[in-house]
Structures are given as structure tokens and as C-alpha cells.
């Protein structure tokens, strides 16, 4: 009897494929493992084992595999089992799950690009015959394809001669090479507080009479300190006095100033409560106890602590009686949260039992955290990372912790699989018998309805750590304000003197512009035109800093035009305001103070982020322009004053979460401000003082907002009622577009009838010369999530059989956000 086995290949096909294999491959072969096969023409790719059997496939020939490339599985059977339930709930391929499931590294196929690890460390020796052959071609050339590996070898099987290759950390796959952020420390100097009193300070200038230059010194300090009372830098300190470094370090030789660094600090401080364990306040330690009575009875618990009520000191004790029970936890935060400072804390607390896996890290890195956390290694105790993390291989998982769950960046937008982190992970749970805690200050609608009712449990922490108050959060009427004069470019006076009085005493300013859609846009007076991009349906919007106007959806830019376009009058504006328009607004208002801006354009780079939060951390920034990026959880301790500049432009967003999501975002990002001892203080510009939303923000007033908000999702059908399915239409040609989803449209209705909304075009239409048309989808709660996709998997094939219609590409969203 032949043996076969059924593979996943990292590609969108419905099915798996079968292919054959000797008698003596199937007693060595587990699912899981990985083969080479060939596909196609002429093609090798890495495929996962997923079955392995006795019958042969119907329709095709059984072709042999190439070779095993494993000797014990990669992939485990829960990863298997939980791939397949992704790929059937999400509605896609399971080769799609496959590759946002596994590095890239695992995955080697014909078409892959080899390269030299940058100062790679090449021991001759230590090569066997054919690695040394491919070594030796990647000195002379900079890369090659495996397909020109196997010329070089002249074989057909050399994949495992490239794995040998990457674990031994001498050649790198398809990418470039990372290299690791390290903040770099910064040295500052205070007055040594023995000499805190005037007695001793007289003292201390007498003495100084012989040493002229370091009394000069001294006297600097104190003037620059009377005027910022923020850190001083031993190098600004220098550049300002005109004393040496070398005279300042003898002052700091004698114990008269003291040198520290912010950043060490911090770590110290984290340090510390390591050696002493974290103690919880009465109330964190309520909380904590409930959550564990409430994870007894149910799998799930959703915690709602306001921000700063340390959420964190409680999943660290959560994560604590887990890791004592020799069980895996899995921590998962919205990616741009990945920062150092969450990671510091753990790390602090739990030293080298903290794997971190991030996007950015290297390819060997990924790989490495990967081979630990499979093998259940004593490094891999506890796990943070970005929603990517819930493919990792547990062997022994007993808890996730979903911080921030109400972040709508858990869901994956494009490319498949669509699925959204904090919902997938609790299946994933599931599969180990472990819990879920979903933590938030502003929790999502649809987890706290099923709070609600009971399907998870809930604990609420309304106070914020060692007894800080919240945040006085005031809503400044900018209606009239612009009526009488009060404003300043896009600040109000009251604006702008909370923000003086904060820059004067030494504190921090965050200042929140929401990106969507208000960057500023040219529009001409006399005609009323606006410059658009030819490629997308939107208009350009200007960049002051070079000067030009640019798309936001595809990158199209052209320089800045002094003229209309369309009638050639002079008489253009620039209409709306984004983060950029307010930096400058801000440098000639204060013009002694370091202004930054956080937003996709500024953060970019490579660790750019990293070094703007680091910058802020070390007050080298004193006032931080941001967008929603802001919002994420950051912990900064000298940030008093959150101003939101206009609140008009979230609430107006035409999508029915758009009220969830202000609120969201506006006590988040309040929730920035005053974190140590001091009361904070928050700013609202807005037209519509008496909005709603905007009250219920300054009241901190969740459960308004949840009752308000879920009599709307009732009366118009939306979730947590109904289930949405979203179907997207792509194509260059405009009618194709519209033909196919009439066709499309029409099909659904005839099974799900009132249920199916639109075909409709979204508000930007056209993105790099595609047309979008989206059919939307409820599923009523008692109907049946599992026939619904079946059906509307049949439709899907049958429009997929239409010649007319190749080249319209569908997209389904389940669960759109
Ligand atoms: P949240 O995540 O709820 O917004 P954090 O966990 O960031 O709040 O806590 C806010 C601040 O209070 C942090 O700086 C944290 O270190 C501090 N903190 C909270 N709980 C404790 C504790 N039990 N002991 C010491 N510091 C704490
Ligand atoms: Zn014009
Ligand atoms: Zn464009």
C-alpha cells in the first residue's frame, strides 16, 4: 500500500495538497514536520505535514516529495488545530495562516533570496563540503536564489543545507538585517541635597573663592535652573556656562553636584521592586483576587481599570502564579505599544524568563524565540508581542493577558488572514484549558456586553495608583472663542496659557490631533477646486515641511502650487489642520521650547518611534504633537497637561463605531496626563461643547457612553447584535467593478434578503487606480455563523467561475472593524 501524506503550502489555495511518500518516510514523518515539495512547473516550496494516510487523491497524480526537513515537528498539533480554525472562520486559505504563522526563515522555497550575514563569522573548518560551495558563491556575488543554489550544487535537495546555514547564523532570507535599538543614556547633573539649605550654600560659595571657574560653574546651574526646572544636562550645563566638562567634574568630585542618569533611573527604580515584590494597594489587590475567583467560574475575564489604576502590577502577579505552576503565559499589546517601557518592567521583574517577539526583530531572532517557546524552554515563561504572538508554538500555555483590548489594531486588516488577536487568542485558550484577562480602561462595546451577560467575567478597578486623581478634564467652546477673538491660530487662550503655566513649571505637554481625513487640503477661493491625486479619489494634502502636496493612499506628490489648478487664481488656502500645522502654530508661541511631533510621518524610520518616546521620556521634548499613536498605553510621569485640539473631526467619522471609538481614544489619550503625584489636567477644544460623547468623556462617564451606544447598535442592527461579514470588490476597470458586485449583491439576497446591505462605494473609492465596492453582511444572533459562511462560500465559487469577472478580486472581512 502506498503512503501519502496532505501538506499546507504557503500559498492561498483552498485545499491541501497530497503528495506520496516511501514507506520508510511514513514511519519517520510527523504531522507538523517539514517537507520539500515541488508545485507547479518548477517550483520548490516548504510545505507543513498535516495528515499522513493511505488514500490517494481523486483528481490528480500524487507527486513524491522532495525530502523531510525536520526531525521532530515545528509545528504543533494545537497550532495546526488553530491555524484550521482561523482559516475557517476568517474564511481563508490555511497556506495564508501558515505564513503569518511561521517566520519566514522556516519557510525557505525556490524562489528565496540567500545573503551573507553582515559580519558573519566563517569558520572553514567548521563547514561541511557543500555549505563551504555556497558560502563561497556568496562572497563573490551578494545574493543568490535557492534556484540558483541548486545549479551551484547541482541538486535538487539543498533546502537543508540553507537551514544548516541560517542556524548556524551565517546567511539571512529575503530581508535586511535589524539591528537592535539601544537607547543611548544621557548624563545629568543636581544639586547634591546636603547642600539643599542657605547656611550651607553660603558655606559652599565662600569656599569656592579659590576656585573661581567652578563657583562660575555653580552659579550656572542655578541660573538655568531658575529659569527650567526641568532636567539639566551635563552637556547643556557646559554649552550654556562656558565651563569646561572638566571643571564640572571636579565639582561633581567633590560631592557638590551629582551626576545620574534618567533612563538607569527608571530601571533602578523597577529593579528594586523586584527585589522586594510588587506590592499591590488594597484596592489593586481586590481586584486581583476577583479576577481570580471570576477566571474559577469562566474562561474569561474581562478587567475595566481606569488608566493608571496599574493594570500592569496585576498581570504581573497574574503571570507570576502561572510561570510557579511551570506554565507558559502570553502577553499581547497593540503592536506600537512594543515598546521598551512595557518590556523593561517585565523584564525587571522576571529577568531572562521574558521572550519578546516584535515584527522588527531579525529573521534569527524570530527563529530563536520560536525554537524556545516550542521547546519549552525555561526562557520562554512568559511571551510579549504584537497580535503575530498568538501563532506561537505553547507547549504548556495556562494564561493570555490581552492588553488594551479595545485597540482596533488586534485586527488584521490585509493581507489574510483577517483575524482580530484578542478574539483568536481566546480560542486559542480554549484549546489549552487556559484563561483570558482583557484589560482596558475603555473597554470595547462588544466585550463588555458580554460581560454583561455573563459570558465573561468582570472586575472593575476605578482608582488610580497610590492615590493620584484623575485627571480635571475641561471642554473649551472654540465656537466662541472664534466669535470673540479668544483664538490664536488653532488655539484657544485658555490653550494656551494651561500650556505656558505646565512648560513654566518644568512639566510636559501632550498635544492630540486625529490624522483621519484632516491633514490640511489646498482649496481654491474663486472656484472652489482642490488638487486631487490622480491615482486614489482624494485630494492631496500639504506638507509644509517640503513643501509639497501629497497622496496619503499611494504616495503621488507634486510640489506645492502657488496657483489654482482648474481657474489660475492666486486666491488658494490651505483648509483643515493636521499635526503639522500646530508644531508650527506652537514654535512661534514658544519659541524656547523643543516641540515634537509623533504621526506616521515622523515615525517611519527605523526605531524612530523608539527614540521619540525615549527623547519625550528625558524631557529632551517638552511639547509632543501627536496622533492617535499617542493614546497606546504610554506611561510617561511629567506629561501634565493633555490638550485635545479639535474633538469634532473624530465624532464626525461616518462609521457606526465612530462614537465608541472618541470616546476611546479621547480617555485614553487623557489618560496620559498626571501620572504621579500631581493632578492632571486635559483640554477639549470643540464646537459642540454640548455633545454627548464629548460629556461623557469629561465625566468619565463608560457606562452612559455603553447604554447610549448599545441602543444604537440595536436599533440599527450592528454588533453586538449582528455579525458583520464584509465583501470588497477590487478591480482597474470601473464597470467591471460595478457588474460584479450587482452580480454578487444580488446573489446574497436571494439567500440572506434584508440582511444584505449596499453594493457601495466607501468614501474613497479609487485607490491606486482600483475601484472598491463593498457588500455588507448581518447575521442575525440566531443564525447559524457556520451555514452562513458555507452559503456564502458557495456564492464566492460561483461568481469565481465567471469568465466576465476574473479580474475583480473579492476580499472578505469577517468581523470588520
Ligand atoms: P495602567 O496600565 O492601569 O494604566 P500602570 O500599570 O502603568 O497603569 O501603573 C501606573 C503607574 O503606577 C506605573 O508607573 C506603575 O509603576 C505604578 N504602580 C502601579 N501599581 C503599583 C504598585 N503596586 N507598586 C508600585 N508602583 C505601582
Ligand atoms: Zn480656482
Ligand atoms: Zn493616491
Partial sequence: ???????????????????????????????????????????????????????????????????????????????????????????????????????????????SIVQLTKDANIEEAELEDEEYLVIEALQRQSSVKIQEVMKILDKKNVLPIINALVQKGLVVLNQEIYEQYKPKKIRYVRLNPDYDNEVKMHQLLDELEKAPKQKEALLSFFSIKAQHKKPLKVKDLSDKSGVSAAIIKSLIKKGILEEYYEKTDRVAFSGEASQMGIQLSELQQKAFSEIEAGLQEQDVCLFHGITSSGKTEIYIKLIEKIIENGQQALYVLPEIALTTQLIERLRAYFGDKVLVYHSKYSVNERVEVYRHILEDSEKARIVIGARSSIFLPFANLGLVVIDEEHETSFKQFDPAPRYHARDAAIVLANFFKAKTVLGSATPSLESYFNAKHHKYAFVELNRRYGDVLEPEIEIVDIKTKYKKKEMKGHFSDKMLAEIKETLDGGEQVILFQNRRGFSPVLECNTCGHSPQCPNCDVSLTYHSHNNQLRCHYCGYHIAMQKKCMACDSSEVTTKGFGTEQIETELKTIFPDYKTARMDQDTTRGKYAYEKLINAFEQQEIDILIGTQMLTKGLDFRKVNLVGIMNADNLLNFPDFRAHERSFQLMLQVAGRAGRTKKRGKVLIQSYNPHHQIIQQVSMGDYAGMYKDQLEERYNYKYPPFYRLIRITLKCRDYSKTNDGADWLATGMKNVFKENVLG?????VARIRNEYYKNILLKIPQQQSLGKTKELLQRIMESFKAIGAFRSVKVVINVDPI
Avoid at 499546507?8 to 507538523?32: C, D, M
Avoid at 453594493?759 to 468614501?763: A, K, S
Fill in 759 to 763: 453594493p457601495e462605494f466607501p468614501p
Fill in 1 to 111: 500500500m502506498p503512503y501519502f501524506i496532505d501538506v499546507i503550502l504557503p500559498l492561498p489555495l483552498q485545499k491541501r495538497f497530497t503528495y506520496t511518500i516511501s514507506e520508510a518516510e511514513a514511519n519517520f514523518l510527523e504531522k507538523g514536520m517539514r517537507v520539500a515539495v515541488p508545485f507547479g512547473k518548477s517550483k520548490v516550496y516548504t510545505a507543513i505535514t498535516a495528515a499522513i494516510h493511505q488514500n490517494p487523491p481523486q483528481v490528480y497524480e500524487a507527486k513524491p516529495i522532495n525530502q523531510i526537513l525536520d526531525k521532530t515537528p515545528l509545528v504543533t498539533k494545537h497550532q495546526l488545530k488553530f491555524w484550521a480554525w482561523i482559516a475557517s472562520y476568517y474564511m481563508c486559505a490555511e497556506g495564508d495562516v501558515l505564513k503569518a504563522a511561521l517566520p519566514g526563515a522556516f519557510l525557505l522555497e525556490s524562489e
